[in-house]
């Protein structure tokens, strides 16, 4: 889900605009990603760019990385690295439950002192010893310094965009991609044409002539959902439609876009989108 969500047209998009309007670097990562952020972004802090050099520096920064979403719930949530950079990470929610960070910073809130930089050189002397002090002493002291105030403006950019980002993952999960293959393409196509019915899948993977298992992996690896899950967000994308329309009861809605039970619809319902059909109904009602 997360990949699909940084690789959709949303996130590409405000990217490249909070990243030019605030020289900051902004990366999506999932939970439990195990990889460094950042590192291919053109507005890394060049002394992180060096740090990441050594092994034994990028784990330090690994086994730090996580602290910023500790706690993240609604607020964001901030630390200051080994080397005195700061960073943060914004929950994005998809539901109630928190799936990935948007994180951001690498920056100083007020220049280096002389001897926090000495102390990051012997640092770097200690991790990485085939490296030029003063190319490392320029890296670290050219390090953007960001008033606090303008950084806390960008980071209340990040929450507003988490909260839309969030609210329109099962959206960006049902989005067609031009590189997927043609057989994953008519099932889309047989799922919106049939979602009222029992579209299962041993019918489906036969419609578009593939065997369950290549087509379950096929599937999976373009939409970034299993086939059952992708069904239940097409049918819960058709359910909210008709949530617009009080005349209609949310048991009729339940039956009307394919599923069996009542019970069934509201537990698939509250998974995806956090909260009930009635609720979401009431928020539509009362914004």
Request: with cysteine.
């Amino acid at each position: 889900m997360v990949e699909k969500m940084a690789e959709s047209p949303l996130f590409r998009q405000f990217q490249q605009a909070f990243e030019v309007v605030t020289a900051l670097p902004l990366t999506l990562r999932a939970i439990a990603s195990r990889q460094l952020v950042q590192t291919e972004n053109r507005n890394q802090s060049r002394s992180c760019s060096l740090l990441c050099q050594t092994c034994q520096s990028c784990d330090v920064c690994l086994k730090s990385q996580p602290r910023a979403g500790e706690g993240v719930d609604g607020e964001p949530g901030a630390l200051v690295c080994a080397f005195g950079l700061n960073e943060t990470a914004v929950g994005v929610k998809v539901g109630k439950e928190i799936v990935a960070y948007l994180q951001t910073g690498q920056v100083f809130f007020k220049s280096p002192t002389r001897e926090q930089t000495q102390r990051t050189l012997q640092h770097l002397r200690e991790r990485g010893p085939n490296f030029d002090p003063a190319e490392a002493v320029r890296r670290y002291r050219a390090t953007p310094v960001v008033h606090r105030r303008e950084y806390q403006a960008g980071v209340k950019l990040l929450q507003i965009f988490a909260q839309q980002l969030g609210g329109l993952a099962n959206q960006i999960i049902l989005l067609q991609t031009d590189a997927e293959p043609a057989q994953i393409t008519r099932a889309r196509e047989l799922i919106a044409a049939q979602y009222q019915e029992n579209v299962t899948l041993p019918m489906i993977s036969k419609q578009v002539g593939m065997s369950r298992y290549s087509f379950c992996k096929r599937f999976k690896q373009a939409t970034g959902a299993n086939y059952t899950d992708f069904v239940s967000r097409v049918r819960l994308e058709k359910a909210k439609n008709l949530l617009l329309n009080p005349r209609y009861r949310v048991s009729e809605i339940a039956f009307e876009v394919g599923f069996k039970s009542l019970t069934h619809f509201n537990r698939v319902f509250r998974r995806i989108a956090g909260e009930s059909p009635t609720e979401y109904r009431q928020h539509l009602q009362n914004p």
